[in-house]
């Protein structure tokens, strides 16, 4: 069984550009969660997906932030217009409701670097 | 709404010695509290966890932790340090809210494990 896939790995942007993360949940789990990770802190939590449905946004910037987990296809996390400070490592995990509630499966992350 | 404390952004302890790391939570129902660990470069993965059951849990290698209530704690202990506990650990708090669960995360202690 294939766990938390994301792409890219890592992720190179000048200033201005787009940034589009990908992340394919485990198979099985339909809700897909993405956190931010600044160095030297924590997991910051962004937005919690369902298929189609966005569940919790509340720790997604209100501006250049948008995430979709559609249908078909994997969830992506998209950054318009990337700043030097959206720099971290962004996580996708993926989580079954039942039987192991809030418990979490992480995908290695992706690395953005903004120049 | 939620939140998790953890004391100490950086514990040291020699091989063989007694590790102790700090979480407190603050949830408004009973929670399902976990600890996450974290290789360099790599995802998280679940060390433990805590679903209203047995207040002290086992997880694996070697670590277990002890849910008390009263003074809304989930510390994580090990009685003897290996050189390979070497990493960043995170206590998470996830509660059940409209649409499945929400899983904060603390600011994460990071392990060092000298020879």
């Known amino acids: 069984n294939a766990g938390v896939m994301q792409n890219p790995r890592h992720l190179v942007r000048r200033r201005g550009q787009e940034a589009r993360l990908r992340c394919s949940p485990m198979k099985g789990h339909s809700h897909v969660y993405w956190y931010r990770q600044l160095p030297e802190e924590g997991l910051k939590f962004m937005v919690y997906l369902q298929k189609e449905n966005i569940i919790d946004e509340s720790g997604m910037p209100k501006e250049r932030f948008s995430a979709e987990f559609p249908k078909e296809g994997p969830s992506i996390l998209r950054i318009q217009q990337v700043v030097r400070g959206d720099s971290a490592a962004y996580f996708c995990a993926s989580s079954p409701i039942q039987p192991n509630p809030g418990e979490l499966f992480f995908g290695e992350g992706s690395r953005l670097t903004v120049l | 709404a939620q939140s998790v404390t953890q004391l100490g952004s950086h514990v040291s302890v020699s091989e063989g010695a007694l590790v102790l790391l700090r979480c407190n939570y603050s949830?408004?129902?009973?929670?399902?509290l976990f600890w996450y660990v974290q290789y360099p470069n790599q995802g998280l993965q679940l060390l433990l966890k805590y679903t209203s059951a047995a207040t002290l849990v086992k997880g694996i290698n070697g670590f277990e932790a002890e849910f008390k209530k009263s003074e809304t704690s989930f510390h994580l202990t090990k009685p003897s340090a290996h050189m390979s506990d070497a990493a960043e650990y995170f206590c998470?708090?996830?509660?059940?809210?409209?649409?499945?669960?929400?899983?904060?995360f603390g600011a994460g202690t990071r392990l060092f494990v000298k020879a």
């Open positions: 949830s408004s129902v009973p929670p399902y």
């Open positions: 998470a708090v996830s509660d059940r809210q409209t649409g499945g669960f929400k899983t904060i």
